[in-house]
T-cell receptor
Framework: DAGVIQSPRHEVTEMGQEVTLRCKPI?????LFWYRQTMMRGLELLIY????????DSGMPEDRFSAKMPNASFSTLKIQPSEPRDSAVYFC????????????????FGPGTRLTVL | QKEVEQNSGPLSVPEGAIASLNCTYS??????FFWYRQYSGKSPELIMF????GDKEDGRFTAQLNKASQYVSLLIRDSQPSDSATYLC??????????FGSGTRLQVQP
């Protein structure tokens, strides 16, 4: 069974360019999370979706960041325009359910996208 | 004050020893607690979760929870060099997504 799939795995771009990160959650999972990880700030939640609906986007740094989940099997995180301080590893994770027992809060992480903005 | 606090380490233990990793949290409404392991350059992977006060054992791993003290820990018995990684504590209040600590780096010396 395939895990969470993210693409691209590495992205190098120049400041001001648009960057789109993609995620395919595990089939049957109905919650999807976007995280950003840096040495300085650790693992930060950017936004999460439940049943394709954004629930909490308070972690999105600013208007340059946007995320969509048009269907249960695909999500994108877009940065436009990108800046050097956006350089980080971006993880997508999915979970079987958001509410319910604690076992349903288990999140399965994708391999991440390492973004470098020059 | 951070919502979930961990000592960044590194915590260095000899092979075969018990490694003790600690985590404190600020939200008394927190309901479930997770320990993730992250190898360098890899994504976090779940080791175990706990939601009741006391101990929960899974193989060489034991999670301990004390809600009164807002404290959760992870013990790794018979530590192996392959356990060397960063261990992330994560907390859930039920409706919200997980809040992660900054992680403790564990080094197991052969």
């Amino acid at each position: 069974d395939a895990g969470v799939i993210q693409s691209p795995r590495h992205e190098v771009t120049e400041m001001g360019q648009e960057v789109t990160l993609r995620c395919k959650p595990i089939s049957g999972h109905n919650s999807l999370f976007w995280y950003r990880q840096t040495m300085m700030r650790g693992l930060e939640l950017l936004i999460y979706f439940n049943n394709n609906v954004p629930i909490d986007d308070s972690g999105m740094p600013e208007d340059r960041f946007s995320a969509k989940m048009p269907n249960a099997s695909f999500s994108t995180l877009k940065i436009q325009p990108s800046e050097p301080r956006d350089s980080a590893v971006y993880f997508c994770a999915s979970s079987p359910r958001l509410a319910g027992g604690p076992e349903y809060n288990e999140q399965f992480f994708g391999p991440g996208t390492r973004l470098t903005v020059l | 004050q951070k919502e979930v606090e961990q000592n960044s380490g590194p915590l260095s233990v000899p092979e075969g020893a018990i490694a003790s990793l600690n985590c404190t949290y600020s939200d008394r409404g927190s309901q479930s607690f997770f320990w993730y392991r992250q190898y360098s350059g890899k994504s976090p992977e779940l080791i175990m979760f706990i939601y009741s006060n006391g101990d929960k054992e899974d193989g060489r791993f034991t999670a301990q929870l004390n809600k009164a003290s807002q404290y959760v820990s992870l013990l790794i018995r018979d530590s192996q060099p392959s356990d060397s990684a960063t261990y992330l504590c994560a907390v859930s209040t039920g409706r919200r997504a997980l809040t992660f600590g900054s992680g403790t780096r564990l080094q197991v010396q052969p």
